[in-house]
T-cell receptor
Framework: KQEVTQIPAALSVPEGENLVLNCSFTDSAIYNLQWFRQDPGKGLTSLLLIQSSQREQTSGRLNASLDKSSGRSTLYIAASQPGDSATYLCAVADGATNKLIFGTGTLLAVQP | EPEVTQTPSHQVTQMGQEVILRCVPISNHLYFYWYRQILGQKVEFLVSFYNNEISEKSEIFDDQFSVERPDGSNFTLKIRSTKLEDSAMYFC???????????FGPGTRLTVL
């Protein structure tokens, strides 16, 4: 059974710092991996999608990498801003219908 | 930009009552999903729906749950007899192809009293 873990559970950084969020999954037979942002009490905003054949994807200040064989992905955020404060969720597409299996998230606080 | 919409944003119901949560997926999408998130816990998969039938369901999705696509735009989740433990945020999601990005709606917060 696929399990997704995110480390750290919480992170507090000063504004302007670069940071890395980690995601690991137990079964490497995934179709793709998505990173989401969730603000308190709100829905999920898709940030990046990496297909299983890709190594990385970039969008603005965000860069996500995927090492399928080792079951790991990282989300790199450059020059963090207070507006980046949110919970970041990693999810792998798994199974017959590519349903998403989510991690528990990393709660990020960027201090002004 | 097209988006997934959900109504209502918040539903309060008494235990044992039936509720219907509604979703309008993005118009050219073919794959539809329901997930739920109990407060403080992971987002969990409930069910996937394609070509007018359930394609996969989780252990959570028991006989009290059902889904329907009654017309070309709506996708509904029905809980027949709600329990206290059904209190959660319910998210609808859709994707255009089987490996595309899944887009999520803003969620319906269900509170069962």
């Amino acid at each position: 059974k696929q399990e997704v873990t995110q480390i750290p559970a919480a992170l507090s950084v000063p504004e302007g710092e670069n940071l890395v969020l980690n995601c690991s999954f137990t079964d490497s037979a995934i179709y793709n991996l998505q990173w989401f942002r969730q603000d308190p009490g709100k829905g999920l905003t898709s940030l990046l999608l990496i297909q299983s054949s890709q190594r990385e994807q970039t969008s603005g200040r965000l860069n996500a990498s995927l090492d399928k064989s080792s079951g790991r992905s990282t989300l790199y955020i450059a020059a963090s801003q207070p507006g980046d404060s949110a919970t970041y969720l990693c999810a792998v597409a798994d199974g017959a219908t590519n349903k998403l299996i989510f991690g528990t998230g990393t709660l990020l606080a960027v201090q002004p | 930009e097209p988006e997934v919409t959900q109504t209502p944003s918040h539903q309060v119901t008494q235990m044992g009552q039936e509720v219907i949560l509604r979703c309008v997926p993005i118009s050219n999408h073919l794959y539809f999903y329901w997930y739920r998130q109990i407060l403080g816990q992971k987002v969990e998969f409930l069910v996937s729906f394609y070509n007018n039938e359930i394609s996969e369901k989780s252990e959570i999705f028991d006989d009290q749950f059902s889904v329907e696509r009654p017309d070309g735009s709506n996708f509904t989740l029905k809980i027949r007899s709600t329990k206290l433990e059904d209190s959660a945020m319910y998210f609808c999601a859709s994707r255009r192809t089987s490996t595309d990005t899944q887009y999520f709606g803003p969620g319906t917060r269900l509170t069962v009293l």
